[in-house]
């Protein structure tokens, strides 16, 4: 009878971690479904205000933020030109340049 007690208390030990995911899951679900941040608020923090878009010079930043662009299609920055249509027909630090640079990089 105490091996399937302990049987069971690992069984339902091993449940905790899965419901706390599920717990967090459904928080974010909430919190999304209630934000008042559009498509245009969550561009504008991944794309024009960050970090990775506006400074950074690392190819892999380049296709990141392509991707951004890529799944917010029409979206643009307000401070962009107004002939700029997304991230990557403007100018960005990077544009031009192949490969990634610096002290790590590949040397060629």
Sequence with gaps: MKGVAALLALGLAGLAPAITVLRQEE?????????????QCRFDI???KSF???E???????????????DFPGLRCADWPEA????????FKNKGKLGDGGD???KK
């Design 27 to 39: 928080a974010v679900a909430e919190t999304a479904a209630s934000s008042p941040c559009d498509g």
């Design 46 to 48: 991944m794309m024009c």
């Design 52 to 54: 990775m878009c506006t």
């Design 56 to 70: 950074c010079t690392y190819e892999w930043c380049t296709e990141a933020c392509q991707k951004v662009q890529k």
């Design 84 to 91: 700029r249509t997304s991230f990557s027909n403007g100018d």
């Design 104 to 106: 790590f990089a590949e």
